[in-house]
């Protein structure tokens, strides 16, 4: 037997979420049905926002009803199946929440199939029909069913707007091109259309490319997170194995001094007592003597006096050195000053060592460095304080106001020798070691100053020990208004300041001289790598007297 379409009036047996015939019918307290998967499924997505509601008549139910299904209509439909009944077709479907309704139907809206962009209004198959067999009806522009067509009308003169106006960017109708865009660049939307649809063909070359470009980028960052991740545990784990070890061997030291010193102390005292002992025992034998000797002294018998007195009078060698041979026991204090040397030498090889291995650790980095700040503001966000190291400093020189200042001198100043010290120029460098994002500022006083940063391993002495005349420093002479590197110059764009403002980004190998303001007034920047930390550096020519702070900074 041939199916049959459903009779009109039979849409109540379509469920109105799926638009097919109901499966397992459940009628709700409102009284409209719906396939049971289709409601549970509806009411599921409500649950979010705790309502539970009927899609077609919208009345609202608390508690969330309990599905039960709907026995007669589940008969029904089983025998409309039997006899080769189809569902309802869409059209014959009516518009729900979300739908676009055909906009003339009366009573309960059908759905719409098509919009008319020129009439314009939405329609369902039955009232689209003349769109297609009316002559005049078939030029119109048929598009998806939409409910933007509002967008299309002129809201000053309730007409299709079929214009775009090159000259205001922007759609208008026939009657605003004879009116207020009269003599304007005007073009049909049509034509504007295929223009924009080219360059928007474009965008979306340039866009899908920047995707995939940027896809590119985020599997090449996952690839470097994992091995950054791989790389840091591995390096934690050898660290924590290799300073396991170093304190085991300084325990095993510690455990050594301390055995030999109680090794020692039981030997020196052991030798102490004994001859302690020995001279007690003397002692004994001198008062027993000194007994005698008293007792013969009051004999009134000449001759037994003069019989015992030199056997008596007669001393025997003393078994001790005089008292006055014991030299104080240093011994142990002498090691107290070694291992303290020690741990001195220690501390400043870790200081030493602990700079290197902080700077390699800084220096790992995946991503671009940050952009260079641009305000003062900006810039004393990575404000450091700086102080300068006495023990660096030419003789020529004195420093102040907590090692912040340094004057060039006409005497030497009394500084003990050391072998960090500048014996050739007048030149100091700071205590701190610089890595990471450093900004700190000098104020100078006098014109023949250099501000300069610089290795620690720069040569102390002779003309390779001045700063920007090496591969180890770089300097900014403010006197002659040239930045120097490795004895190759370049002028500066201005006149340096008194105050000038120094920025460090020692990972990405920027350092850059500012005139300080709140724009901050480029004098030189120098794009380099730097292969250890750095130290700030303060260098004079002549005459004496001129002087260079580091500010404080807050």
Not at 522 to 539: D, E
Request: aromatic share 8%; with cysteine; glycine share 4%.
């Amino acid at each position: 037997m041939a199916q049959r379409g459903i009779q009109p009036g039979s849409e109540k047996f379509c469920c109105l979420i799926c638009l097919d015939l109901l499966k397992d019918p459940v009628t709700i307290p409102c009284g409209h049905s719906y396939c049971m998967s289709c409601i549970k499924s509806f009411w599921d997505e409500e649950e979010k926002r705790e309502i539970h509601s009927c899609p077609q008549c919208r009345q609202t139910f608390t508690p969330r009803p309990v599905l039960v299904k709907n026995t007669m209509f589940a008969e029904l439909l089983e025998e409309m199946k039997k006899m080769g009944l189809q569902a309802a077709p869409p059209d014959l479907c009516y518009a729900g929440p979300g739908d676009v309704a055909c906009d003339v139907c009366t009573g309960r809206k059908l759905k719409a199939l098509k919009s008319c962009l020129v009439c314009p209004a939405s329609y369902c198959e039955q009232h689209l029909q003349p769109h297609y067999d009316a002559a005049p009806l078939k030029k119109h522009k048929l598009v998806e069913a939409t409910v933007q067509l509002q967008e299309n009308i002129c809201s000053r003169h309730d007409e299709v707007m079929k214009i775009f106006c090159r000259t205001d960017q922007q759609c208008i109708c026939y009657l605003c091109s004879m009116d207020e865009h009269k003599g304007h660049h005007t073009v049909s939307a049509a034509a504007e259309r295929t223009e924009r649809q080219k360059e928007l063909g474009l965008s979306q070359q340039k866009i899908q490319q920047r995707i995939r470009d940027t896809e590119k980028d985020v599997k090449v960052l996952q690839q470097e997170v994992e091995a950054i991740n791989r790389s840091a545990d591995k390096a934690v784990e050898d660290s924590e194995k290799i300073f396991t070890e170093l304190i085991t061997l300084i325990d095993k030291r510690r455990s050594d001094v301390k055995q030999q010193i109680r090794s020692q102390q039981r030997e020196e005292v052991s030798r102490a007592e004994e001859v302690q002992e020995k001279l007690k025992q003397e002692i004994v034998e001198l008062r027993r003597k000194d007994a005698e000797l008293e007792q013969l002294s009051h004999t009134e018998d000449h001759i037994h006096f003069l019989h015992n007195y030199p056997s008596l009078s007669c001393l025997s060698e003393s078994t001790h050195s005089p008292s006055n041979n014991i030299r104080p026991l240093s011994y142990f204090e002498d090691v107290t000053a070694a291992v303290s040397e020690l741990r001195d030498k220690l501390q400043d090889l870790l200081s030493e060592e602990w700079s290197k291995i902080s700077l390699t650790v800084t220096g790992v980095d995946v991503l671009l460095s940050q952009p260079t700040p641009k305000t003062r503001a900006e810039f004393l966000q990575y404000s450091c304080q700086i102080t300068l190291d006495p023990n660096t400093a030419n003789t020529r020189l004195s420093l102040s106001e907590g090692n912040r200042k340094v004057t060039r001198m006409e005497e030497d100043q009394s500084y003990p020798p050391h072998q960090e010290r500048f014996t050739g120029r007048p030149q100091v460098l700071s205590r701190e070691s610089l890595t990471g994002r450093c900004y700190w500022e000098v104020e100078r006083r006098g014109l023949c100053v250099s501000i300069a940063v610089a290795y620690k391993d720069i040569s102390r002495n002779g003309d390779e020990s001045q700063f920007g005349f090496n591969d180890k420093s770089w300097t900014l002479d403010c006197y002659d208004k040239k930045f120097r590197h490795n004895s190759i110059k370049t002028p500066t764009s201005v006149r340096v300041s008194y105050r000038v403002g120094v920025y460090l980004d020692h990972t990405a190998g920027i350092l850059s001289f500012y005139n300080v303001s709140e724009t901050m007034t480029l004098l030189h920047r120098v794009q380099t790598t730097f292969t250890q930390p750095l130290h700030a550096g303060i260098g004079f020519y002549w005459p004496y007297g001129a002087s260079a702070e580091f500010s404080q900074l807050k």
